[in-house]
């Protein structure tokens, strides 16, 4: 083992990925690889925090530096544990994504239930489809708080297909006002 906490046989002979930058978006630079979060929010089997961690920092090692959430994933826990586990590295270093799309509304009624909807959490919260304007910004607030984070470098339209209208004429400028703010480096859909 090294400065790093990683055995020798998971570090990698080079340290970084090439980087490409995102056409029209200056300062958003992507690895050839990312790493999708979904298992962070239990997905189909759960997965404690520390496994979790391990995987980030072997993906960190590998240099990746594009990590991918949603807060559909595990009602918002792969964005904490997402969060959490890069709070370590240089901000600077890593570009994150997420999506909006869907609110998570707590739901004490099925608290004692598990998630319908493929991850291994309780159903504490429900996923509601809100594709305005002010869902946006609610959904995108939330999971600045979740992720621990003062910007998201990448914000997707999580699943739209079914809301086109609202998403095209309520989700979209709201984020291209988000991203003129500053607060978003680019958008897109999922």
């Known amino acids: 083992m090294d400065g790093s906490g990683l055995p020798r046989r998971l570090r990698p002979a080079r340290p970084l990925m090439d980087r490409r930058q995102l056409p029209r978006r200056p300062g958003v630079e992507l690895t050839g690889l990312g790493f999708g979060a979904a298992q962070g929010g239990n997905l189909y089997r759960a997965t404690s925090d520390g496994p979790f ?31 959490a586990a890069l709070r370590q ?23 004692h239930l598990r998630d319908a909807e493929g991850f291994a959490v ?34 997707y339209l999580h699943d739209p297909d079914d809301h086109w209208h609202e998403a095209a004429t309520e989700a979209i400028p709201a984020l291209i006002a988000l991203r003129d ?6 958008i897109g859909p999922a």
Not at 53 to 81: M, N
Not at 136 to 143: L, Q, Y
Not at 181 to 186: E, L
Request: proline fraction near 5%; charged fraction near 30%.
């Open 181 to 186: 703010q500053g607060v978003i480096g680019a």
């Open 89 to 111: 590295h240089p901000r600077e270093e890593y570009v994150v994504s997420t999506k909006v799309g869907r609110l998570l509304v707590p739901s004490p009624e099925t608290a």
């Open 122 to 155: 309780p159903a504490d919260h429900r996923r509601v489809w809100d594709f305005s304007r002010d869902g946006v910004r609610r959904s995108f607030e939330a999971s600045l708080n979740r992720l621990g984070l003062d910007r998201i470098d990448i914000v």
């Open 53 to 83: 961690a391990r995987a980030v920092d072997a993906a960190w090692a590998a240099g990746i530096r594009y990590f991918d959430t949603a807060p559909h994933y595990g009602l918002g826990l792969s964005e904490r544990r997402l969060g």
